[in-house]
């Protein structure tokens, strides 16, 4: 096919320079937009960046444009979670029971800096910054912006035109404004907000806790997290109500309140955050939602990716993954009906719709794991049991959690199905106390396994109801 085609991808973020700088290795000619700044010379943080885990679906699209290797340098590996209780006592569990398996604390920043600069190597390709989209016309098909600094406004034409523009997405917008065919949409938020603080690099430039977990301190309605950096800081996230409860973001209104909140919650983070106060009253709440839409395109003209089209919650770790699987799917997808749009996108979403509806209640069923089970004795006891069976059958068993994470082959429906099940087969089995302490490991694979099976069964028999 002719790889002069103009394409548009709107939004520059890590879904968008990740498909321009794939689609430009593919030849095509790419004009990349993004209503913000270059954050390679602009700090545009702002309080929410929301430190990313990188896992293995992530490493997959990194490896197929061949720059995984100038990645792995900004990453922090994190091995499991630490447990903070409201004593400060900690425990550690681990992500897998297999060796090598873990998560990478990387700053979104850094990240998308590196893949600006990578995409940017191509002379196919053109970004434009400071470009905000303000509408599509997604018949022609072509692009509507207005420049943050002259307020001038202009139409780009395009071939194809890609949205990758985040969860307020201006292509998703023009699909329901413009009701050219049926759009089914929604967008559902949490009861609870988010608020980043930090704690620093002690006096050397050392991690002040250790730097080889994901910190959590869970506690029911509300939870904290911390994932390290590179220059020995923490990026501590604060999930809270808006409303409810004896403390939430509408009453914590003077730093007396916050202290007393802290003190009373999380009182081993107090002497490491010295700028509570500021970071506090001055960093934005930032909301958490999941997003849902159907169709993803229209004709062979227009697609939504990444978050644009299944934003999510972080509680997985698994949003910049998804979206970096996305464009992998993709070009496995061009692969085949490289020539035909049309064909493309629809057979793009027919195979990867149902595994980011999947990973978007993952992520909602995680929120609750983390802020309420972590500490839960029999969810600890399940966990520990995962850990074993993992650990002495590292080809046979898999917890859910292993193969959303370390398992890019199996798909996130998939894993969902099967992650489900294997979860509430541990659970009864420990509950009920049918899982006998002198069975060797083998009998208890085969004891969990029969009991997985057993509800598998029963969910496809309640289905065809």
Same mark, same amino acid.
């Given at each position: 096919m002719s790889k002069k085609e103009h394409i548009v991808i709107i939004g520059a973020g890590l879904c968008g320079s990740m498909l321009a700088l794939r689609l430009a290795q593919r030849g095509y000619k790419i004009s990349l937009y993004e209503g913000r700044p270059d954050l390679r010379t602009t700090d545009i943080s702002a309080g929410r960046s929301i430190n990313l885990a990188l896992s293995d679906r992530g490493l997959r699209a990194l490896d197929m444009v061949g720059i995984a290797d100038k990645v792995l340098p900004l990453c922090i590996p994190m091995h499991g979670r630490l447990i903070h209780d409201t004593k400060g006592n900690t425990f550690a569990s681990n992500y897998s029971g297999r060796k090598g398996e873990y998560i990478n604390s990387v700053s979104r920043g850094d990240l998308n800096a590196l893949l600006l600069t990578e995409a940017e190597k191509h002379e196919n390709v053109n970004i434009h910054f400071n470009k905000k989209c303000i509408n599509v016309d997604i018949e022609k098909p072509t692009a509507e912006f207005q420049c943050y600094l002259t307020k001038e406004e202009f139409t780009v034409d395009a071939d194809v035109i890609f949205g990758a523009d985040g969860a307020g997405s201006a292509l998703r917008k023009s699909y329901y404004l413009e009701k050219k065919f049926l759009f089914s949409y929604s967008q559902n938020f949490l009861t609870h907000g988010y608020k980043e603080l930090e704690i620093p690099a002690d006096q050397v430039g050392n991690h002040q806790i250790s730097k080889d977990h994901l910190h959590i301190w869970p506690r029911g309605q509300y939870m904290l997290i911390a994932l390290p950096n590179l220059d020995g800081s923490f990026t501590v996230t604060l999930f809270l109500s808006y409303d409810e409860g004896e403390y939430n973001f509408n009453n914590l209104t003077t730093i007396e309140k916050v202290r007393e909140?802290?003190?009373?919650?999380?009182?081993? !983070?107090?002497?490491?955050?010295?700028?509570?106060? %500021?970071?506090?009253? %001055? %960093?934005?709440? /930032?909301?958490? /939602? !999941?997003?849902?839409?159907?169709?993803?395109?229209?004709?062979?003209? !227009?697609?939504?990716? /990444?978050?644009?089209?299944?934003a999510i919650v972080p509680f997985y770790g698994q949003g910049m993954n998804a979206s970096f699987e996305d464009v992998v799917v993709f070009d496995e997808i061009l692969d085949q009906y490289e020539g035909d749009w049309d064909t493309v996108f629809k057979m793009y979403q027919k195979t990867r719709k149902e595994d980011t509806d999947a990973i978007a209640d993952l992520a909602i069923d995680n929120y609750y794991e983390m802020r309420d089970h972590v500490a839960n004795p029999i969810f600890k006891e399940k966990r520990k049991l995962e850990m074993e069976l993992e650990k002495a059958f590292p080809e046979e068993y898999s917890s859910k959690y292993s193969m959303v994470t370390f398992n890019e082959h199996i798909s996130y429906a998939k894993a969902m199905k099967i992650g489900r099940a294997q979860d509430k087969a541990l659970l009864n089995l420990i509950a009920d106390k049918e899982i006998d302490a002198d069975l060797d490991m083998k009998q208890i694979l085969q004891q969990v396994q029969k009991e997985t099976d057993e509800i598998l069964e029963e969910d496809k028999i309640a289905r065809l109801k």
């Amino acid at each position: 096919m002719s790889k002069k085609e103009h394409i548009v991808i709107i939004g520059a973020g890590l879904c968008g320079s990740m498909l321009a700088l794939r689609l430009a290795q593919r030849g095509y000619k790419i004009s990349l937009y993004e209503g913000r700044p270059d954050l390679r010379t602009t700090d545009i943080s702002a309080g929410r960046s929301i430190n990313l885990a990188l896992s293995d679906r992530g490493l997959r699209a990194l490896d197929m444009v061949g720059i995984a290797d100038k990645v792995l340098p900004l990453c922090i590996p994190m091995h499991g979670r630490l447990i903070h209780d409201t004593k400060g006592n900690t425990f550690a569990s681990n992500y897998s029971g297999r060796k090598g398996e873990y998560i990478n604390s990387v700053s979104r920043g850094d990240l998308n800096a590196l893949l600006l600069t990578e995409a940017e190597k191509h002379e196919n390709v053109n970004i434009h910054f400071n470009k905000k989209c303000i509408n599509v016309d997604i018949e022609k098909p072509t692009a509507e912006f207005q420049c943050y600094l002259t307020k001038e406004e202009f139409t780009v034409d395009a071939d194809v035109i890609f949205g990758a523009d985040g969860a307020g997405s201006a292509l998703r917008k023009s699909y329901y404004l413009e009701k050219k065919f049926l759009f089914s949409y929604s967008q559902n938020f949490l009861t609870h907000g988010y608020k980043e603080l930090e704690i620093p690099a002690d006096q050397v430039g050392n991690h002040q806790i250790s730097k080889d977990h994901l910190h959590i301190w869970p506690r029911g309605q509300y939870m904290l997290i911390a994932l390290p950096n590179l220059d020995g800081s923490f990026t501590v996230t604060l999930f809270l109500s808006y409303d409810e409860g004896e403390y939430n973001f509408n009453n914590l209104t003077t730093i007396e309140k916050v202290r007393e909140f802290f003190e009373s919650e999380f009182p081993d !983070t107090l002497p490491l955050i010295p700028d509570l106060k %500021n970071e506090f009253f %001055n %960093n934005p709440t /930032g909301s958490l /939602g !999941t997003v849902k839409c159907s169709p993803w395109y229209y004709k062979g003209k !227009t697609l939504l990716i /990444g978050d644009a089209a299944h934003a999510i919650v972080p509680f997985y770790g698994q949003g910049m993954n998804a979206s970096f699987e996305d464009v992998v799917v993709f070009d496995e997808i061009l692969d085949q009906y490289e020539g035909d749009w049309d064909t493309v996108f629809k057979m793009y979403q027919k195979t990867r719709k149902e595994d980011t509806d999947a990973i978007a209640d993952l992520a909602i069923d995680n929120y609750y794991e983390m802020r309420d089970h972590v500490a839960n004795p029999i969810f600890k006891e399940k966990r520990k049991l995962e850990m074993e069976l993992e650990k002495a059958f590292p080809e046979e068993y898999s917890s859910k959690y292993s193969m959303v994470t370390f398992n890019e082959h199996i798909s996130y429906a998939k894993a969902m199905k099967i992650g489900r099940a294997q979860d509430k087969a541990l659970l009864n089995l420990i509950a009920d106390k049918e899982i006998d302490a002198d069975l060797d490991m083998k009998q208890i694979l085969q004891q969990v396994q029969k009991e997985t099976d057993e509800i598998l069964e029963e969910d496809k028999i309640a289905r065809l109801k």
